[in-house]
């Protein structure tokens, strides 16, 4: 992160710019970059590019940046990013929250604030949520993504960021990689309940699982771990409702929330 930060500085300085001037040749805020050069956070990969077009320093700041990616997440994480990255298929099981390849930065703000974590250990995890997101989701190739939720998580929230996730939701729903499900409160107790997990399908049709907990996540490879996974997605896939019904709920708690 400091050689990011230094490199920042330096190019800034090279050019005699403000950080403010940075942000407007490269529309962004000025505040983004002074976020950068104070270590808060990383630029997502066209940003770097911008930056470094506007330094003309190469790919100096795009490495810099990939490498500040790597330190951010957690040892215990990466394997599991490995894997999400390298995915074909993503299925993903979250019965109380939105997934995390789906939320906006302000929910899982609030989410991580809630917490109590330190803004430093926030700000930390969340760009490391959203590098995520766009090495994911939001790649032009993209791997297919089907997210269940439990309806709850359509209800929980601080009003003036659950409407704004509803809506991220829904967008999502649409992009042709990506399917969201909801199970219903009417399923009443199901396996799911035990706990979020993922699976994703690698290329070769190899298999990785994770499962989340209140501490760490936990990386799944074993055999049978991984069949139990696939029955307990099997259950809940099957209690959700189809996806045109689903994006209606979606739909129904935006309006309800407005």
């Known amino acids: 992160m400091n050689k990011l930060r230094e490199i920042l500085k330096t190019e800034r300085a090279k050019l005699g710019i403000t950080q403010d001037q940075a942000g407007t040749a ?3 805020s000025g505040s983004l970059i002074a976020a950068i050069e104070s270590g808060r956070l990383v630029p997502q990969p066209d940003t770097a590019i911008q930056l470094d077009t506007l330094f003309g320093s190469g790919d100096k700041v795009q490495r810099a940046a990939a490498d500040a990616r790597d330190d951010a997440r957690p040892t215990w994480l990466r394997p599991w990013t490995d894997h999400e990255q390298r995915s074909v298929l993503l299925r ?11 939320q906006t930065e302000s929910y899982a703000r609030a989410l991580l604030h809630s917490g109590r974590l330190s803004q430093e ?16 989701v939001d790649q032009e190739n993209a791997p297919m993504l089907s997210a269940v939720l439990g309806e709850f998580a359509l209800t929980c929230g601080p009003p003036d960021v659950l409407g704004p996730q509803l809506k991220h939701l829904l967008d ?8 969201i499900l909801v199970v219903p409160r009417s399923a009443g107790l199901h396996a799911g309940l035990q706990g979020a997990f ?6 070769g049709k190899d ?7 209140q501490l760490r996540g936990r990386l799944v ?4 771990d991984l069949n139990r ?14 996806v045109n019904l689903s994006r209606d709920l979606i739909a129904k708690a935006i309006n309800d929330h407005d």
């Open 26 to 28: 490269i529309n962004v």
């Open 92 to 102: 993903t099981f979250q019965p109380m929250l939105v997934p995390g390849l789906l």
């Open 121 to 136: 250990e926030v700000d930390r995890t969340t760009q490391v949520r959203l590098e995520r997101q766009a090495v994911t």
């Open 172 to 179: 999502m729903s649409e992009r042709p990689r990506v399917q």
């Open 198 to 203: 993922v699976l994703a399908t690698l290329p």
């Open 207 to 213: 298999r990785a699982g994770y499962v989340d907990d």
């Open 221 to 224: 490879v074993e055999g049978e």
């Open 229 to 242: 996974l696939e029955v307990a997605w099997e259950i809940v896939a099957g209690l959700a409702l189809p």
